[in-house]
Structures are given as C-alpha cells and as structure tokens.
C-alpha cells in the first residue's frame, strides 16, 4: 500500500506541478484557451492558486523524501482537495462537465492519500 500512496502522490505532485507552472508564468491571455476559467479570475488570484498549487506538490513528495515533518504530507493532499472542492464550484457555476470529472478524480486521488498518510499508512 506504501508504494501505492507514493505513486499517486507522484502523479498528483506532478500534475499540480505543471498546472502551477503554467499558472504561474504565462499571462491570462495565453492560458484563455487552454484554461476558459482564467477570464473568470483576476491575475492575483491566478497567481496565487498556482502557487497554492505548487506547494501542494512540494508537500506531497518533500517531508516523505527527506523524512522530515513528513505530517505535511497528508496536510498538503488536504490543501489539493480543498483546492479541487473550489475549482468545482468554479467549473459548477461555469457548467463545465468535463473540468468537473477532472476535478473529481484529483480530488479522489488526494482523498486517498490523505486517508492513506494520516491513518494507516503515515510516513
């Protein structure tokens, strides 16, 4: 099961890794097509989520990589599921069906690892 919890650790830590990239250096204008919802967002609040959602992924590897604070790594999969749980609304408001089911399985996969990393499983 450990390795299980490290594998979709990985695949949401990089996921939110590229997501926060992208976030975080192109400008609105670039994301519109790719991203419809950004023309719903200031550029701040942009930011801010890729950041948010970089550390998220920081958190998800880090404390267990070096074994230090690994509490964080179950706290940073609970950060990624608040963050799906309000970029559904979003999608909700927007009647985005598509980015909802993406969102979903995100925060299915963080569900996981925060049951994983907080009880049976902690690092």
Do not use: C, Y
Not at 21 to 38: A, D, F, G, Y
Not at 83 to 109: C, D, Q, S, T, Y
């Amino acid at each position: 099961m450990n390795v299980f919890l490290w594998i979709v650790q990985g695949l949401l830590a990089a996921a939110f890794a590229v997501a926060s990239v992208l976030k975080s250096t192109r400008s609105r204008e670039q994301l519109i097509p790719q991203l419809p919802w950004v023309s719903d967002v200031s550029t701040p609040v942009m930011r801010l989520i890729g950041a948010a959602e970089f550390a998220g992924a920081l958190g998800l590897i880090l404390p267990g990589a070096f074994d230090i604070a690994t509490v964080l790594t179950p706290l940073a999969a609970t950060g990624l599921a608040v963050i799906m749980v309000l970029a559904m609304g979003l999608h909700a408001r927007r009647k985005e069906p598509a980015a909802i089911a993406f969102n979903a399985v995100l925060l299915i996969l963080a569900a996981v690892v925060m049951w994983g990393r907080f009880g049976p499983h902690t690092l």
